[in-house]
Structures are given as structure tokens and as C-alpha cells.
């Protein structure tokens, strides 16, 4: 049972354009929604994260918006660049088993970005 | 700044072997989680630890055994591999104390194949 729901499985986009990824999830346990980047042979690395109280943050090119009656996030990359290119996990946390301070972490299937020169 | 350090990198094994995976951060963190990852699947949860002393069950537990040896080690046992076992492992940690302090820091992945 997937819990976190992500699309496009691939995405290739222009250089200069917007990449655009979207997750979906149903469990509103879930309260912490953060993007991971990773490159080939390498571990994810946190990108950017937002909460459910927030509609929109921005950092830079990178920019989530949420939509928490549709129980929605995208994830949107300005001017897209080359150096881009790597796969993106949404993820979203919630509170696990083991009392205070215990979260699970549970990520979507993954985008493999390729952003064309 | 080590961080999350993940060994072996790279193992193959023969079915029915057995090995363990060994993780260790210089975070102070209070959470560990190992997580395996396969094509087209994203990263699977296997078992986490919200703090020394305490695992809980991931997605996919079966066939693996965790231990964390004190707070800064997670290691993850395979008793009896099998090809299905076959994977890219990461290991991560996270301070623990909130969603609002969400980021979890991966180590470098150990790519396992059971043949």
C-alpha cells in the first residue's frame, strides 16, 4: 500500500524551463512534507520541505506548493538547469510507534529529472 | 564532517548467507532508519529506531534484523539472504525531536547483490 502517490515517474525538460513533479498522499497522520534530491551513487539530500499549515514556500528556484483539503504537493524548479538533473522523492512524516521523538519517514516512488540543454 | 557512514559500499552474497550492515553517525542524533531502494520502487522503509534502546517496524521488515548498539550505531542483519534481498541500503539519521526537524541525512549507500 503506497502511502505517498508520485508523478511523473521521468520527467525531460528544456533548459530554461519549469520541471514540475506532483505527490499525493491519504494518510492525515502525515504532518512534515520535505523533497529529497539525489544524484547517481549517492544518498538523498533534503531540498526543500514545507508544512502542512503553509500553502506555498520558495527557496531560490525551488518552490512546493500544498494543497491540504486535496491532500496535495508539488514541487516546481524554475529555469531549470542541467545540473538539475537527478532523481526527486517527495516524502512526508508521521508520528511513529515508539512515543516522543519517533517519526517515520515514508517517500514516493521517485522522478528521474533530465533537464536538456 | 563524517556524518552518516555506511559499511561495507559494496557486497555480493551467495543465498542462505548471512552479514550484517554497519551505520554509524557523529550527529548526536536520536533517530536511525534503513531504508532499501530498488528501481522504480523509491526508498522503502525497513526499520527505524526513535532512540538507543528502541526499533519499530518499517514497510518491508521481513527477512531483517536491527540493532542499535548505542546511539550512534544502527546495524542491519540479513540472516539468511536471498536474491530477492538484492538492493541499494541506505542508512539515515535525524535529530528526532519533531517534524518541524525533518531533515534525515542518508549515508553513501551499500549495494548489495545476492546471487
Known amino acids: 500500500q503506497q502511502q505517498v502517490k508520485q508523478s511523473p515517474q521521468s520527467l525531460i525538460v528544456q533548459k530554461g524551463g519549469i520541471s514540475i513533479i506532483n505527490c499525493a498522499y491519504e494518510?492525515?497522520?502525515?504532518?512534515?512534507f520535505p523533497w529529497y534530491q539525489q544524484f547517481p551513487g549517492k544518498g538523498p539530500a533534503l531540498l526543500i520541505a514545507?508544512?502542512?499549515?503553509?500553502s506555498e514556500k520558495k527557496e531560490g528556484r525551488f518552490t512546493i506548493s500544498f494543497n491540504k483539503s486535496a491532500k496535495q504537493f508539488s514541487l516546481h524548479i524554475m529555469d531549470s538547469q542541467p545540473g538539475d538533473s537527478a532523481t526527486y522523492f517527495c516524502?512526508?512524516?508521521?508520528?511513529?510507534?515508539?512515543?516522543?521523538?519517533?517519526?517515520?519517514?515514508?517517500f514516493g516512488k521517485g522522478t528521474k529529472l533530465s533537464v536538456i540543454p | 564532517n563524517a556524518g552518516v557512514t555506511q559499511t561495507p559500499k559494496f557486497q555480493v552474497l551467495k543465498t542462505g548467507q548471512s552479514m550484517t550492515l554497519q551505520c554509524a553517525q557523529d550527529?548526536?542524533?536520536?533517530?536511525m532508519y534503513w531504508y532499501r531502494q530498488d528501481p522504480g520502487m523509491g526508498l522503502r522503509l525497513i526499520y527505524y529506531?526513535?532512540?538507543?534502546?528502541?526499533?519499530d517496524k518499517g514497510e518491508v521488515p521481513n527477512g531483517y534484523n536491527v540493532s542499535r548498539l548505542n546511539k550512534r550505531e544502527f546495524s542491519l542483519r540479513l540472516e539468511s539472504a536471498a536474491p530477492s534481498q538484492t538492493s541499494v541500503y541506505f542508512c539515515?539519521?535525524?535529530?528526532?525531536?519533531?517534524?518541524?526537524?525533518?531533515?534525515?541525512?542518508f549515508g553513501q549507500g551499500t549495494r548489495l547483490t545476492v546471487v
Open positions: 514545507i508544512r502542512p499549515d503553509v
Open positions: 539515515a539519521s535525524r535529530p528526532g525531536q519533531g517534524p518541524s526537524n525533518t531533515e534525515a541525512f
Open positions: 494518510n492525515t497522520a502525515f504532518d512534515y
Open positions: 550527529m548526536n542524533h536520536n533517530s
Open positions: 529506531s526513535a532512540s538507543e534502546g528502541t526499533t
Open positions: 516524502a512526508a512524516t508521521r508520528r511513529g510507534y515508539s512515543g516522543a521523538g519517533s517519526y517515520q519517514l515514508t
